[in-house]
T-cell receptor
């Protein structure tokens, strides 16, 4: 299958700072990327959908000003958690599709202290 | 709208035995796709098997097979000859025909014991 690389795999940041997570499709052009959030021992919840060159579409209850998504190229989408707080600590996973199936990145464990 | 329900939070099976994980779903889409994903401790999501709703034949991938009952909206996963490496969280998921975002069930934690 296609390869999606997510970076960093884990990050610890101080409360009030911003953190950027990158999601790259390595061997295909990703017209659409998805960002999910997963709390411990829970399922994946879709946060937003981003199409290359367009504004992201956020799911109900997800603050777009807090979770900034940029999909500036066909191989890169970024999620920036702004003014992070401890309750933002979670596992964030991206997936990307070029028009067939969606492939997942390795995930990023964010801990806000 | 689509919902996916997994009613078994945890299951255990002995090595070499067979286990079936349950999943039911609801959707308003006329065409849709169903998936089983495995999430091992590394938390990398791994596609196990995929079923297109318009296909009547149940999908099979080596030791993994599904029992797709469209009328009952049921999509169970059977793992034959269970191996220790099958220990993981298993998520059932669905998507409609118009997009690639997935709706996940709550997951079933499978433990394979020696």
């Amino acid at each position: 299958g296609a390869v999606v690389s997510q970076h960093p795999s884990w990050v610890i940041c101080k409360s009030g700072t911003s953190v950027k997570i990158e999601c790259r499709s390595l061997d295909f052009q990703a017209t659409t990327m998805f960002w999910y959030r997963q709390f411990p021992k829970q399922s994946l919840m879709l946060m937003a959908t981003s199409n290359e060159g367009s504004k992201a579409t956020y799911e109900q209850g997800v603050e777009k000003d807090k979770f900034l998504i940029n999909h500036a190229s066909l191989t890169l989408s970024t999620l920036t958690v702004t003014s992070a707080h401890p309750e933002d600590s979670s596992f964030y996973i991206c997936s990307a599709t070029g028009g067939t199936e969606a492939f997942f990145g390795q995930g990023t464990r964010l801990t806000v202290v | 709208a689509q919902t996916v329900t997994q009613s078994q939070p945890e299951m255990s099976v002995q090595e070499a035995e067979t286990v079936t994980l349950s999943c039911t779903y609801d959707t308003s889409e006329s065409n849709y796709y169903l998936f089983w994903y495995k999430q091992p401790p590394s938390r990398q999501m791994i596609l196990v098997i995929r079923q297109e709703a318009y296909k009547q034949q149940n999908a099979t991938e080596n030791r993994f097979s599904v029992n797709f009952q469209k009328a009952a909206k049921s999509f169970s996963l059977k793992i034959s000859d269970s191996q220790l490496g099958d220990t993981a969280m298993y998520f059932c998921a669905s998507r409609g025909d118009s997009g690639y975002a997935l709706n996940f069930g709550k997951g079933t934690s499978l433990l394979v014991t020696p």
